[in-house]
């Protein structure tokens, strides 16, 4: 009885061994020291000579898309025109006073969102932030940057015509591709936010036409 248990134990080594023993034959390295392409290292595997390969033309990140042109561009979804983001147009209004409509023909002419108060008064609030140390509260171009020597160019002055009269696009283009002497804002204000920001700048021309023609009105007034 004894020998017969004795025999099992044997038999039951042999088998524990042969099991271990053909795990550890599986310990090898070969998934680990194979070749394959890691991220941002060398590989001459390809022509570039780089592990990572480059994206598929057409390829958007998740949640990019983006398919209303108006609201993400301020451009308009028909537009053919060459006119390049962020660069002043050849034929300049104070030149030749061509008319807004040709200067900027691709950029949309109305916000394409709904605005309300509480949309006036956040557009009012990123406009203090962001654009009146440049431009001023009022959007003169006197701005304490101006005011302390960066007037070469000088900032832009919303009541001018030309802005006046440029489409609502413009400005949208102008906060996020930049414009000149001012950078691209596209990184500090949110695409909704550019939009509020405008209206804004709307409400804020059409106060000051007011003033401006009081102002015209009283000086005829005196010449008289």
């Given amino acids: 009885m004894c020998c017969g248990k ?3 134990k044997s ?3 042999v088998v524990l061994c042969t099991i271990l023993l053909a795990l550890l034959t599986g310990c090898r ?3 680990q020291d194979q070749p394959k392409a890691i991220a ?3 590989n001459s595997f390809y022509k570039d000579g780089t592990g990572s390969r480059p994206l598929v033309e057409g390829t958007v990140p998740r949640g990019y898309l983006r398919q209303e042109r108006e609201f993400y561009t301020g451009k308009k979804s028909t537009g053919t025109s060459t006119q390049v983001a962020g660069k002043m147009p050849a034929n300049r209004p104070q030149d030749v006073g061509a008319p807004a409509a040709t200067l900027y023909p691709d950029d949309v002419d109305t916000i394409p969102m709904s605005i309300t108060k509480v949309d006036l008064d956040r557009g009012q609030e990123r406009y203090n932030i962001y654009c009146s140390a440049c431009h001023g509260m009022t959007g003169y171009g006197d701005g ?3 005011r302390r020597g960066f007037n070469k160019p000088s900032p832009a002055n ?3 015509d030309r802005l006046r009269q440029a489409p609502v696009g413009h ?3 102008v906060m996020t591709n930049g414009w000149g002497a001012m950078p691209s804002y596209a990184s500090q204000i949110s695409v909704e936010d550019r939009w509020k920001i405008i209206a804004y700048l709307r409400a804020l021309q ?3 036409m007011k003033a401006e023609v009081e102002n015209g009105l009283a000086t005829e007034t005196q010449k008289h």
């Fill in 6 to 8: 004795a025999a099992i």
């Fill in 206 to 208: 059409l106060s000051q």
């Fill in 11 to 13: 038999w039951l080594v």
């Fill in 171 to 173: 400005f949208f283009d």
């Fill in 158 to 160: 919303y009541h001018q």
């Fill in 29 to 31: 390295r070969d998934m």
């Fill in 40 to 42: 941002y290292r060398e």
């Fill in 144 to 146: 304490i940057v101006a």
